[in-house]
């Protein structure tokens, strides 16, 4: 059984709401840890109820056929308010790496779905919790002269970067460890216009902060992402040879069958169709791996990514799009991966890298 604890929140703590939501609530807010160090990854053939906590040991009684299509594709207005649920849980690990180590270096990602409305929704108070060393967001959907001073917590330098058309895409990187270099798009300029990578050079390797393009409804832009993912490949390759690479965001694709909940009937979705699929597995021949199937590579229902039509969160129906690929030379580095579906805020949940380096 993971070891819980739980402590009063006090008022900064509480996502903004309206008076009248306000005026309602009667239980003071929690925020809950778990320690998932010893809790059992094995999963292979069980189906699990989704729910906010992290413990999800019950069987699922309803059947993930009922939604045959869910494309991680929903356009949702950037300062629409998310109605949140009270209680973020966060899951820990004491996990050492494959040498025996402590991680010393915690990175988290995440697709935050629009800036102003993820910092209105208190999504500040998850970096509070979390205290990642690098932090980095996908979708910002806000131009980066307008991105709000306060988005850069204390303790953190920020870098935004932002594309050609306002309101769209957009990437971001926090970070407490100060940088050698940073480094903005891949240095081609038909792929440099729509705000999707930021390059931190760092003592002992390169991180990378990435927002994949989507290939689109009816996968209209299914060419230009390959085209993409080509020049990202050779990209990551070059850098691979100088010292090694962390690589992370939503890469906007489910590598396996296991990593979304319908696969037979999303093979011509964006984000599932082979041709992604393939484009994704030439990456990973180059010598890297994918984190967290390197760790649990049977598990299932390891979602970071839900629609918000039909409750699809709430009975995890999801799409595993979030990512930490890292050089295959830093896996004795390795001490675990958390996907955090606890906190929300977002159509995506955040992850989380710990790594001993």
């Not at 050779?234 to 090694?244: A, C, G, R, S, V």
Request: with cysteine; hydrophobic share 30%; net charge neutral.
């Amino acid at each position: 059984m993971p070891k819980v604890t739980k402590r009063k929140v006090t008022k900064n703590d509480i996502p903004k709401r309206n008076s009248k939501n306000n005026e309602e609530e009667e239980d003071t807010p929690m925020i809950t840890t778990v320690d998932k160090t010893n809790e059992s990854k094995s999963t292979k053939g069980i189906k699990r109820k989704a729910s906010s906590s992290v413990e999800k040991n019950v069987k699922k009684t309803s059947s993930i056929n009922e939604i045959n299509s869910i494309e991680p594709t929903q356009e949702v207005d950037d300062d629409a308010e998310i109605q949140l649920p009270r209680t973020m849980t966060l899951k820990t690990s004491d996990r050492l790496s494959a040498k025996g180590n402590k991680a010393t270096v915690k990175f988290a990602s995440w697709n935050i779905n629009g800036i102003r409305a993820w910092l209105t929704n208190g999504g500040l108070k998850y970096i509070e919790q979390e205290q990642p060393d690098i932090m980095c967001f996908q979708e910002l959907k806000c131009d980066k002269d307008k991105i709000p001073s306060e988005a850069t917590p204390t303790d953190y330098k920020s870098y935004w970067l932002s594309g050609d058309t306002a309101g769209y895409s957009g990437v971001g990187l926090l970070t407490k460890i100060e940088p050698i270099d940073v480094k903005f798009g891949i240095g081609i300029v038909e792929h440099d216009t729509e705000g999707r990578v930021i390059t931190a050079e760092y003592d002992k390797f390169y991180f990378i902060v990435s927002y994949i393009p989507n290939s689109g409804r009816k996968l209209v832009r299914l060419g230009y992402r390959q085209e993409f993912n080509e020049a990202f490949r050779n990209y990551i390759k070059e850098l691979d040879k100088k010292k090694p690479v962390i690589w992370c965001g939503d890469l906007n694709v489910s590598h396996q069958s296991i990593d979304l909940a319908n696969p037979k009937s999303n093979t011509k979705t964006a984000g599932f169709t082979q041709q992604e699929r393939d484009d994704f597995a030439k990456i990973l021949a180059e010598d890297f791996i994918d984190s967290f199937r390197h760790l649990y590579p049977d598990e299932r229902d390891a979602y970071t990514y839900w629609s918000y039509f039909r409750n699809a969160r709430s009975r995890n129906i999801g799409w595993r799009l979030d990512y930490f690929i890292m050089s295959s030379r830093l896996q004795e580095n390795l001490c675990d991966v958390i996907h955090q579906t606890g906190v929300y805020g977002s159509d995506h949940c955040p992850i989380v890298l710990l790594l001993a380096i």
